[in-house]
């Protein structure tokens, strides 16, 4: 059965069942379907464009439109409301659509009807969805095929503009499967979720991981860490999915004790590395154990990750049944199992190419043939390890890779290290240009609350616990390091910094 058809089927089956809790409050399987109707039939009437724009927080809203898109044959494209004007807009006019759905309080986040490009219609659904009236008849859903783009996610521009990343049912579909599988999820499980639905793994894990299922998912729009806790007290979730600072920011509740997170079936951090400082305080502090995952937006996302059967100490987990992942060197032959190289990815959670973009998607892909077999490979720029059991371990990422005196040096390496120092809350280290050496480290440190900077107590901690020519040339603090909104560390931004 389809996505679209599974979700619908779940709302016929059992529409008294809780599908959505969020700030609104709670509505069922069944208010969930009469409500996409009602987004159908609002979206045909605004737009006859292909693209429909989503300007919306963390919440059931999302989820709404979206089905409401289907049904309306429309493609959504979530947006990310944390990028700054430009970019915001660039997407906007980018992706062909001529409207956009929101709520005044979204609008007035980011900044007002004048950050939207003019020509672009608004349309507030406190005030449209009324308009709509009641439903003459219920549809047969459409019949969307594999091949038919499903939604256009646009990357965070870590690396110049944001690009439009489509993907398919059969990505979305073929990634939903796999990874509920992988978490031996059922229909009876609490989903709570805290990541936005413009990113990759909080629209497919977050989102269509609970619908499809038919399970409950509690949503809040802010990440407050204290209201988070709260939320796990009376909703008692079984899964949890979150980035590495999020879970940090969870350790500050001073009143959070382990018997608050005592339902957790499985507590996952993806979307940036996971500084083995938080696994260790998660698991002191709380009693959780944190299991990492890896994935990228164009692989839909998930490509691996770990439970409690099945996990490897400084691995990310083992890839999902229907990926293929193939490690490489840089001449682009295949290494054996635990030799470092560039991960390759193939399955049919991997995107075509992105939009409008047929250059760069040419330079992501390459063909290769593994045992026998010619696949499509897409080039993920991430630098790591598979060993013979299907364990992935990233290592680094190959744009950001510095050659010190003709040496590789990655810079997660130095940044483990610098997180695990006493006083460091967070690192990002970038390469600056040396006469004598190519390259060499620079650290920029973000301190944890209280903690004054001592600049020779870390450059010995690094001493004591990296090569020699690892250890950063200068270790510069800052009071905040730049981010993307997952809380990905921008060593972009960090370069454009001046010197000491």
Known sequence: MTLLRQILWNAAKHPFRTAVVDDRGARSYGACLIASMMFS???????????????????????????????????????????????????????????????????????????????????????????????????????????????????????????????????????????????????????LGVLPQFHSFGLTAGTLFPLVLGAKVVYSARFVPKKIVELFRLHRPTVFMAVPSMFGALMTVKDAAPDDFSSLKLCISGGEPLPQATRAEMKSRLGVQLMEGYGLTETSPVVSWSSPTMFKDGCVGKVLSNVKVVVVSDEGAPLAPGEAGEILISGPNVFAGYFLDPETTASVFTELTVDGERRRYFRTGDIGTLDPDGFLAITGRKKEMLIVGGLNVFPRGIEEVLNNHPSVKDSGVVGRIDGVRGEVPVAYVELKEGCPFDEASIRAYCREHLAGYKVPREIIALPELPRTPTGKVLRRKLKELPPK
């Open 41 to 191: 039939r609002l979206i045909e009437r605004e737009t006859g464009k292909d693209t429909i724009g989503i300007l919306l927080p963390t919440s059931g809203g999302t989820p709404l439109a979206m089905l409401g898109a289907w049904l309306a044959y429309r493609v959504p494209v979530p947006l990310n409301f944390l990028l700054g004007k430009d970019e915001l807009q660039y997407v906007i006019l980018h992706s062909g659509m001529d409207t956009i759905l929101t709520v005044q309080a979204m609008l007035d986040f980011i900044g007002g009807r004048d950050v939207i490009p003019p020509g672009i219609k608004v349309v507030l659904l406190e005030e449209a969805l009324p308009k709509i009236g009641k439903l003459s008849s219920l549809r047969l859903p459409p019949k969307h095929a594999p091949d038919d783009t499903a939604v256009i996610l646009y990357t965070s521009g870590t690396s110049g503009r944001p690009k439009g990343v489509p993907l398919s049912f059969g990505n979305l579909e073929s990634n939903v499967t796999a990874g509920i599988e992988r978490g031996a999820f059922t229909r009876h499980e609490v989903f």
